[in-house]
């Protein structure tokens, strides 16, 4: 499963694929994300990330949002135990999301491949063991 605002060109031919065009903060396209799946993940991957303006103050208030749209879709999306990889690029507002998103979590971690680009800021939360939702 895979969902991005934008739309994959050339579209993705394999049945194990299911790609969706939306944008994760509309209850739609979750909702459409939790029909195709049969229900919450075991996995969540997050590897978005907004495109950038340059406009420091811009290109942070994208990523926030876009951050806090996993964080509300998580508890839906993910079953309790479930294990999360989520990219952040470092900014107070993933730094925020970062010690909320761990709190969810028996465990987590930082991370940074090797194949980041030399000075790149975006680093991935690690994270195990959803906690069941107190909500």
């Known amino acids: 499963m895979g969902v991005d605002v934008a739309v994959i060109e050339p579209s993705i031919q394999n049945e194990n694929v299911i790609a969706l065009q939306g944008d994760l903060a509309e209850p739609a396209v979750i909702a459409a994300l939790l029909d195709a799946l049969g229900g919450p993940a075991d996995v969540l991957l997050c590897d978005a990330a907004p495109k950038l303006t340059g406009l420091r103050d811009t290109d942070r208030a ?3 949002r876009l951050l806090l749209g996993v964080e509300l879709a998580l508890p839906r ?3 309790p135990g479930g294990d999360a990889l989520v990219k952040l690029l470092e900014g107070p507002e993933a730094q925020a999301i970062d010690k ?3 709190a969810r979590f028996a465990k987590a971690k930082s991370v940074k491949p090797a194949a980041s680009r030399p000075g790149s800021s975006e680093r991935y939360l690690l994270a195990r063991g959803l906690r069941p939702s107190r909500d």
Do not use: A
């Open 100 to 102: 909320r998103l761990r």
């Open 77 to 79: 999306l993910l079953r």
């Open 62 to 64: 994208n990523e926030e």
